[in-house]
């Protein structure tokens, strides 16, 4: 599974969790809106879209050990 496939799985336990007040922490109903629709939205295919249409660039580091 992709990670945005994880994340949507573990978004819909938290959220079940939050509904049912189940939950220690007092979540603002507006940052709740804005993740579900977030969520909603996100997908592999949009991604490779906004990235194949606006995005021109990148930046790549090509030194990768664990010394850095």
């Known amino acids: 599974a992709l990670g945005i496939d994880r994340f949507k799985a573990f978004w819909a336990k938290l959220s079940k969790k939050v509904e049912e007040g189940n939950q220690p922490v007092q979540w603002d109903p ?10 909603e939205k996100a997908s592999w295919e949009s991604y490779t879209k906004l990235m194949n249409t606006k995005c021109h660039w990148t930046l790549v580091h090509g030194d990768f050990h664990s010394g850095n």
């Open 30 to 39: 507006e940052l709740l809106a804005i993740m579900k629709n977030s969520i």
